[in-house]
């Protein structure tokens, strides 16, 4: 592959101060934009979208868990994705692996929680083979009323993390995240960015003859790397 010069280390500290610039004007940009989504309007959502957990059947309203601000990722662990029923989609999977100890979250009045629509039996089996912890919700898909909470949120057909605020009993939705967007949840891109490869797929501006594959192919769940064929694109 055609590498990159290679510099002496004073030489190399100097092109390292010039990155830093750019690194700050990132920094600063996202702060910017974080900024921005803190001003964005509310609007009032239905808080009877109704859910199963393990204890019973719960609302959007319950799964506030009592504090203020919720977070619902929607993720594809159910029939008819690849890999299923020994496992989820592979990119979800890999979204679920970066969900660390929620106690930090909590402490800043904020509930995280998975929405699928797989059974509870079905989910309670993955997170057990997973190893996942995270509070997990079954969509319910013939509500009473209205459309099941996943086609009205934007969810049913891609993965997708919308954030809620309440007030008392009153829900709002104040943000949505999708697509390229969710990135952000997962640190084994930023780890991989930060890398002179890079995420070595075929979409990066890369050099010359670095090694490079598509997107999903190279994913696996992470107790398969190694032991089956490239994942197929999923939800």
């Not at 020994?86 to 904020?110: F, K, P, W, Y």
């Not at 989910?123 to 969509?139: D, F, L, N, Q, S």
Request: one cysteine or more.
């Amino acid at each position: 592959m055609k590498t990159p010069p290679i510099v002496t280390a004073q030489e190399w500290d100097a092109a390292h101060r010039d990155m830093l610039v750019r690194e700050k004007e990132f920094t600063r940009a996202r702060d910017e934009l974080a900024a921005q989504r803190r001003r964005m309007p509310w609007t009032p959502v239905r808080a009877d979208y109704e859910f199963d957990g393990p204890d019973g059947t719960v609302t959007l309203l319950d799964l506030f868990d009592g504090r203020r601000q919720l977070i619902v990722y929607r993720a594809f662990v159910e029939p008819g994705v690849d890999g299923w029923p020994e496992h989820g989609c592979v990119g979800c999977s890999l979204m679920a692996d970066h969900i660390g100890n929620l106690a930090h979250l909590n402490a800043r009045d904020t509930t995280l929680v998975y929405a699928s629509r797989g059974s509870q039996a079905d989910i309670a089996r993955i997170k057990a083979r997973m190893g996942w912890h995270i509070p997990w919700y079954t969509i319910n898909t013939e509500p009473a009323a209205g459309q099941p909470f996943d086609v009205d949120f934007g969810v049913d057909q891609w993965h997708g993390t919308n954030a809620f605020i309440r007030d008392g009993d009153r829900v709002f939705r104040t943000y949505f995240i999708n697509n390229r967007g969710d990135e952000a949840f997962v640190n084994t891109w930023s780890f991989l960015d930060m890398t002179a490869l890079g995420r070595q797929e075929n979409w990066e501006d890369s050099p010359e003859g670095y090694p490079q594959s598509a997107p999903y192919e190279w994913w696996d769940w992470h107790d398969e790397y190694g032991n089956t064929r490239p994942a197929a694109t999923c939800h």
